[in-house]
């Protein structure tokens, strides 16, 4: 039988007995008629329960030593059992293990970087974009490995704790019935030394003071230190109740801590997890983009400088053209200096013209001379 269907067996309606005293109780002396004392036990019990404590009480014997001692002790064992029971679900349950895989899953998410080094120079970015993006995604399917066991292991947990927060609420409501219990015991007990002590102790007294004898003082005696002895147990099962008042807030604690990590185990499955696998794929989304942009930028950036470049050469080539088209076929300085140039040539032409004449006519006045000289020679000769 499971753990759960064992509490679940001992939820019934609290119940007090003698067992295993079978004893019948003695023939009682008349009761003494007394006002009604209320006591604070009596505020949480149904009218039904009340009349069982009024039944109860009237067949405690305190003259049952037995009875006495042992009154209550199933009901004080059965705290003990539940507190011992209590405490080892606490020990053996490891939320630590939960946070430590919590706090690994948080770093194994951190770890994932997409931030690569980038690559240089034009060429350069669209040689490494491919490979960045693979190293990436190789990076992703590692951590998402490592994610899904982390995630499987706190499934399994987050299954268990959600088992134990049914099991601690069993456990709450059987600490209520114990409580409610031992409540009842110390009732029937209170209102059993209330009426020993205006009855039973009052009529013992009465009687030995009649008598003088010396054996009814002393039962008078052993009577009251019977009642001080069943005080003395009515005041262990109060402390005994104290523990189980003690006990429903601790259960109630290890169940909330129970309930928060389920949550937060939920909320890590719900929504950090696709949330993290969002952002990867939007990480690489966005590296797809940048990478694209980038070469945009690249590109535009090489055809800004490109046309740059080529205007500049056309305009270089273009003035050129205009100059040359612009230019006639023979510059004016060289004509100029062709034309002077000419003008010293004919100059000179005409110089050396003017000097030729100049000799050829020196020479025929000197041929001239000449032939005049020889005919004169001639002559001479003739006579």
Do not use: C
């Not at 350069?124 to 491919?130: A, I, Q, V």
Request: proline share 2%.
């Amino acid at each position: 039988m499971e753990e759960k269907d064992m509490l679940m067996k001992e939820l019934d309606t609290p119940t007090l007995t003698f067992e295993p005293f079978a004893e019948e109780p003695k023939e009682k002396a008349p009761v003494i008629e007394t006002p009604v004392k209320r006591y604070e036990e009596e505020e949480m019990l149904t009218p039904q329960e009340l009349k069982q404590v009024e039944a109860f009480a009237e067949r405690i014997e305190l003259n049952n030593t037995t009875m006495i001692l042992q009154y209550g002790a199933g009901a004080q064992k059965k705290i003990a059992d539940f507190s011992e029971k209590a405490l080892e679900s606490v020990k053996t349950k490891d939320l630590g293990e939960v946070g430590e895989m919590l706090s690994g899953l948080v770093t194994e998410l951190k770890d994932f970087d997409s931030e690569e080094e980038e690559s240089r120079g034009f060429f350069g970015l669209f040689r490494k974009t491919e490979n960045k993006l693979t190293a990436m995604k190789a990076k992703y399917e590692k951590a998402e490995v490592n994610v899904n066991k982390i995630v499987e292991a706190l499934e399994s947990h987050q299954i268990q704790l959600m088992k134990d927060v049914a099991m601690l609420d069993q456990m709450y409501k059987l600490n209520q019935n114990y409580f409610k219990e031992l409540s009842m015991y110390i009732l029937a007990g209170k209102k059993k030394i209330e009426q020993a002590r205006v009855s039973e102790l009052t009529m013992l007294k009465a009687k030995a003071q009649q008598t003088g004898l010396q054996e009814d003082a002393q039962e008078a005696s052993d009577y009251a230190a019977k009642i001080d002895r069943f005080e003395k147990k009515i005041h262990d099962l109060e402390l005994t109740r104290m523990v189980a008042m003690q006990m429903a807030p601790q259960i109630r604690l290890v169940q909330n801590n129970d309930t928060l990590m389920t949550e937060k185990i939920q909320s890590t499955i719900v929504n950090t997890i696709p949330l993290w696998k969002n952002q990867m794929l939007i990480a690489m989304g966005v590296e797809h983009s940048g990478q694209a942009a980038k070469a945009s930028k690249e590109v535009s950036d090489m055809t800004n400088e490109l046309l740059k470049r080529n205007a500049a050469k056309l305009k270089l080539a273009t003035t050129e053209t205009m100059r040359e088209s612009e230019r006639g076929i023979v510059d004016m300085q060289t004509l100029a200096q062709t034309n002077a140039a000419l003008i010293e040539t004919i100059d000179e032409v005409m110089r050396i013209q003017n000097e030729g004449r100049e000799k050829r006519r020196q020479a025929e006045q000197e041929l001239l001379a000449m032939e005049q000289q020889m005919k004169a020679k001639l002559l001479e000769i003739s006579r």
